[in-house]
């Protein structure tokens, strides 16, 4: 990244959560088997002739209510001991699909999009990072409701686990911001969006946060990137030790919640690999998970997690 960084090369690039798997391409050799369409910044325009039909997603095999409880009962114990105050549990879930990724992809709808070789297929509503004119901002998105059970937004804004819960995200980015910029402050602080979630809508409350980077960043992109990673939003605080309880208490999360984005010779955007499917031989894993807080009910993080595996259909 460095290298094509500092030649005014534009690429694209995956990352994994835990930065052991990657690929980074030059844009001019992107292979047919990636696709892309980062906030209208788009790899291809052309998709499979098949008709996306309703229902093409059915859950298999999900983790059980008790294995589920078992892992968070573990998450509590280590903040109680105060090792960790914020945790994003995750797992995936088997499901079937009637419809290929490349079906799926034309016909969902999100502002990141990555269709990666036959491996997984993302539709993410976040960003990570964004570099445009020496100035970075990312977008930490943390708390959801369901419009139909909160049609204005005040439940999710007047909620105090979920108010805890993003402040302690805008904190640990805020302090990621400031490894790699200066001047960094949050310019707005947990406003609500509207985002898709199959045939309802989601309320999602999110925040910006703003530094300024040094001239020359492009040939230094890729440290940037590595400082900045795993993503806050999706691992938690205090970020090394959280990311050991992790480890301990999840499967390998692989490319889910990694990130992934295009460099296009001046300018950098990124995305958060959520919402997501991963293909393993023949079987689809849709993997989702939430924050946990000291404050957080097993029964409702356990529905989040099912509540998240949807597809974002036209």
């Known amino acids: 990244m460095n290298d094509l960084g500092q030649n005014a090369i ?87 699909l009637s419809a290929s990724f490349e079906a799926i992809y034309g016909g969902i709808s999100a502002g990141f999009k990555v269709k990666y070789r036959n491996k997984f297929l993302c539709f993410s509503p976040e960003r990570f990072v964004s570099i445009h004119e020496d100035h970075i901002r990312a977008h930490p998105m943390k708390g959801t409701r369901r419009v139909q059970d909160d049609p204005d937004g005040s439940m999710l804004i007047g909620d105090s686990k979920e108010s805890a819960e993003h402040l302690m995200v805008v904190d640990l980015l805020r302090n990621d911001l400031s490894q790699v910029s200066d001047q960094v402050r949050v310019q707005r602080f947990r406003y609500l969006e509207q985002v898709g979630s199959g045939s309802s809508r989601l309320w999602q409350t999110s925040s910006e946060i703003g530094g300024r980077m040094s001239s020359g960043w492009t040939s230094h992109v890729g440290d940037i990137l590595d400082q900045l990673l795993p993503a806050g939003s999706v691992s938690g605080t205090p970020k090394h030790r959280t990311l050991s309880i992790i480890r301990e208490l999840e499967p390998d999360r692989g490319f889910y919640s990694g990130v992934a984005g295009v460099f296009d010779g001046k300018s950098l955007d990124s995305t958060v690999l959520i919402r997501f499917i991963e293909k393993k031989e023949t079987t689809f894993y849709y993997h989702s998970g939430g924050g946990i807080t000291v404050q957080s009910d097993p029964h409702q993080e356990y529905q989040e997690l099912l509540n998240k595996i949807y597809l974002p259909i036209f």
């Open 10 to 96: 534009p690429f694209f690039f995956v990352v994994s959560f835990d930065k052991t798997q990657g690929e980074v391409c030059p844009l001019s050799e992107l292979p047919a088997d990636i696709w892309f369409d980062m906030d209208g910044v788009i790899s291809r325009r052309e998709f499979a002739s098949e008709l996306l039909t309703n229902p093409v997603l059915q859950i298999v095999k999900a983790i059980t209510y008790t294995e589920y409880e078992h892992a968070f009962s573990r998450v509590i114990e280590e903040m109680k001991a105060g090792n960790t105050y914020l945790l994003n549990l995750a797992f995936p879930t088997q499901i079937d």
